[in-house]
């Protein structure tokens, strides 16, 4: 095989890495140059079949030592292409990452910014591995739009509930009628709870902010990059390869308040999409950047909530400040200038409660849900 051949083989086996198949493309091939040195590329082979293997798997499915092994995943797992971490019977996996979600992209923009030619290039090219994407969306619409919209949901809201103007807190309903029965584990609904639950806890940049500080298109919202959370074996591997630091409960929580303040929504990820499970990080987004968010949706956004914004048309003044405020354009006012939400695209955040000069904002608490919202079809 050339080694143009196993780049691409290479790119097919990363293409399925994760949850989104990625065109096997030029682009794809440009920006797996940046992170695979051409020695590595019969490595990268060894997953084809199993992308997640032990040392002992390694071996045999790589033909090389323990410490060949060793020596390809300390270089590799340092450019975010190989995830090494015990799992939780002490065995050390070797996962290889996709390329975005989560995996390189993110990895390679969540440690401190570098804004120069090799990171102006790999940006350049994730932006058009991003439309490629965006257009085999766009052309199989009314076939990949419904397939992806029954799909599990990425992430988790963890609500705001204090308001600020009136430095009180938001008021919070319990829903019994919606409020399901269960035997099962009821994931964090504070931050500050969910903080007080790991022992290991990293912080590193917001891998969507400095992808649009790169390509000179800075964040509205906020100046704040260093807002993005790992936990227990994420904050492990992230802080072992200088992508984060580790922190306090204390600074942790420190950095939270203040994304509050800058209307940032608080969403927590959790192992195969199951809350469940313990979370393994938590991102503080703006509406600008993020690439999980309705502004740069290519994908369905799925989101996991258990609450919902409802007002008090008493204490609405007509503002507009929840509409301004809100990320996924749920909130509006109607011809009497109270203000509503749309159900269908409430992440229930809280932001709107958290801004509003009354505090006229409810947070209803029911059954956890999916929110889903479609990306817009090109006219
Ligand atoms: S998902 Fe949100 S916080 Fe995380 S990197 Fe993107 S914008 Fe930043
Ligand atoms: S921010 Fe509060 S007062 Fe202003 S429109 Fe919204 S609900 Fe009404
Ligand atoms: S209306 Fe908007 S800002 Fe308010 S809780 Fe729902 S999604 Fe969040």
Redesign the pocket.
């Given at each position: 095989m050339t080694i143009d051949e196993k780049y691409k083989r290479a790119g097919e086996i990363i293409s399925t890495a994760g949850g989104t198949p990625l065109p096997v493309n030029d682009t794809l091939i440009k920006l797996l140059k940046f992170f695979i040195n051409e020695d590595e590329l019969d490595f990268i082979a060894a997953f084809a079949e199993k992308k997640s293997q032990t040392m002992e798997q390694l071996k045999q499915s790589s033909g090389l030592s323990e410490d060949e092994i060793n020596k390809k995943v300390k270089d590799l797992a340092k450019r975010g292409v190989i995830f090494n971490q015990p799992n939780s019977k002490g065995i050390m996996v070797f996962r290889l990452l996709p390329l975005f979600n989560v995996g390189t992209f993110e990895y390679n923009f969540m440690g401190k910014l570098v804004i120069d030619d090799r990171n102006k290039e790999i940006a350049g090219l994730f932006n058009q591995m991003f439309a490629d994407l965006n257009n085999m969306v766009q052309d199989n619409y009314d076939v990949i739009v419904p397939m992806l919209m029954a799909g599990p949901a990425i992430d988790r809201t963890v609500p705001v509930f204090e308001n600020k103007p009136k430095s009180e807190p938001v008021k919070i309903v319990i829903n019994e009628k919606l409020e399901e029965a269960r035997d099962r584990v009821v994931p964090s609904q504070r931050v500050e709870e969910l903080i007080q639950k790991f022992d290991e806890i990293a912080l590193g940049h917001?891998?969507?902010?400095h992808y649009e500080d790169i390509k000179g298109t800075p964040c509205k919202q906020t100046d704040a990059r260093e807002?993005?959370f790992t936990f227990g074996k994420s904050a492990r591997f992230t802080f072992e390869q200088g992508f984060s630091r580790l922190i306090t409960k204390e600074e942790a929580l420190k950095v939270l308040k203040e994304a509050e303040e800058a209307g940032l929504v608080h969403?927590a990820y959790h192992p195969n999409f199951d809350t469940t499970k313990d979370e393994t990080s938590i991102?503080?987004?703006?509406r600008c950047?993020?690439?999980?968010g309705v502004d740069h949706m290519i994908a369905p956004i799925a989101n996991v909530t258990s609450f919902m914004a409802v007002v008090n048309d008493d204490l609405c003044i007509g503002c507009g400040t929840c509409v301004k405020k809100c990320h996924t354009y749920a909130a509006y006012l109607n011809d009497d200038k109270k203000a509503r939400r749309h159900d269908d695209r409430c992440i229930g955040c809280g932001v709107c409660a958290h801004f509003c000069p009354q505090n006229a904002i409810t947070m209803v608490k029911g059954a956890e849900r999916i929110v889903r919202i479609q990306p817009p079809k090109r006219k």
């Open positions: 917001c891998f969507c902010r807002t993005c969403k991102c503080n987004c703006c950047c993020c690439g999980n």
